[in-house]
């Protein structure tokens, strides 16, 4: 199946930067208030879901699916879930870094279920890309104007190699009270993250 991409309602910046990211073939889902970012980046979704609470003005003629507000899902892993039983596997969220810290840091988690469902996820935000692995690699083409940053999701990593960076790792256990990984750089063309057993939360950041 083709991309989902997934609108969510956190502040988003640099519009024109995350426009060139949309694909003519992406199935666009907006979390509530990820209408109003819609609408913004000039796209029109395909489904529109969540409690409807923050939304300033819904499309018309989308179809929507309304839930109640009292609810254990954010508005974010109700649209991740309904889009996982639809049968994508690939995503990218926009309007899902930024804002308030405790919804960005639930967004992380979000990046966490895809990949314990076997499917990937990267948030986007301006300069900001975010990707989840577990008991795998990322392969990255080289980025010279940005830090790549890697850290342990969801307890202890273990044989952690990275290739292609000044700083490399081989077979190494990473735990989060230790954050090691931080501002490595691209060395080569390509550069390899993997992970033997556990999850890495990965930035690349671009340099100031």
């Known amino acids: 199946m083709n991309r989902c991409l997934l609108i969510a309602a956190g502040p988003m910046r640099d519009i024109p930067a995350l426009q060139k990211r949309v694909l003519p073939d992406d199935f666009i889902l907006c979390a509530d208030g990820g209408a109003d970012n819609a609408r913004l980046l000039g796209v029109r979704p395909q489904l529109v879901l969540g409690d409807l609470d923050s939304v300033r003005q819904l499309p018309a003629g989308i179809p929507t699916e309304r839930f109640p507000?009292?609810?254990?899902?954010?508005?974010?892993m109700l649209a991740l879930k309904r889009a996982l039983e639809m049968g994508y596997r690939?995503?990218?969220?926009l309007g899902a870094w930024g804002g308030r810290p405790d919804h960005a840091y639930a967004n992380l988690c979000a990046l966490l279920y895809l990949a314990a469902h076997g499917a990937a996820g990267m948030i986007a935000?301006?300069?900001?890309?975010i990707y989840m692995v577990k008991d795998g690699a990322l392969q990255l083409p080289k980025r010279a104007e940005y830090y790549v940053s890697v850290f342990p999701f969801d307890g202890p990593a273990e044989g952690v190699t990275e290739t292609g960076m000044q700083y490399g790792l081989d077979n190494a256990y990473l735990q989060t009270a230790d954050p090691i990984g931080v501002s490595n750089a691209f060395l080569e063309e390509q550069a390899v993250i993997s992970v033997k057993r556990g999850t890495l939360l990965i930035f690349l950041c671009r340099k100031e």
């Not at 507000?69 to 974010?76: A, L, Q």
């Not at 935000?125 to 890309?129: A, I």
């Open 90 to 93: 690939s995503f990218l969220l």
């Open 125 to 129: 935000d301006g300069d900001t890309e």
């Open 69 to 76: 507000p009292e609810k254990d899902d954010t508005d974010t």
